[in-house]
């Protein structure tokens, strides 16, 4: 509740206090814990402390891995978490091989159309983007988008935050005439 109201201190708080009972009443390689660590690390970043928030981020992808093994929907949701904080580190060639990973167990996961798929495309699109890679970057958008017209329609948000991420590739690469399209 305190991360929707915006109240970062509060809610880091509250997901520190929630992971030290779940250690004591779960032990500290329980898969609760890697889900409360995601939480916090995604928190932590928020507050701007990003090398706390990667190693928060780690610790949830090696306990994931160590429960669920490589190719769990958990240990996806925990890598694409650490290659965003990685990402917001500026750290793109540690970012961009896990956010690859992320794509494969997607696609094994749920198939070609699976919304989560849309999202990680995106955010592999926009790490290839602030590598300059902009041709990379466009069919992976592209996909993302089809993927979310097809589940969503035409006119959802989701759909629009897909043309938006199209348009902005567009916009960087100076395409003014086709990033108004979209």
Known sequence: IYNILGDLPRA???FERALQIAELAYGKDHLEVAKILLNLAHVVASQGFYNDAVMFAERSLRIAEFNLGDEHPLTARCLEGLAIMLLNQ???DRA???MQK????QEQIGGQEFVPLAATLINLAQALQSNDDCA???PLLKRALDILQKVHGPKHTRTAAGLNA???LYFKQKNYAQALIY
């Open 102 to 105: 992320v794509l494969l167990i």
């Open 136 to 138: 990379a970057a466009e």
């Open 12 to 14: 880091r708080a509250s």
């Open 90 to 92: 500026r750290d793109v």
């Open 166 to 168: 199209l348009a902005v």
């Open 96 to 98: 961009l091989p896990l």
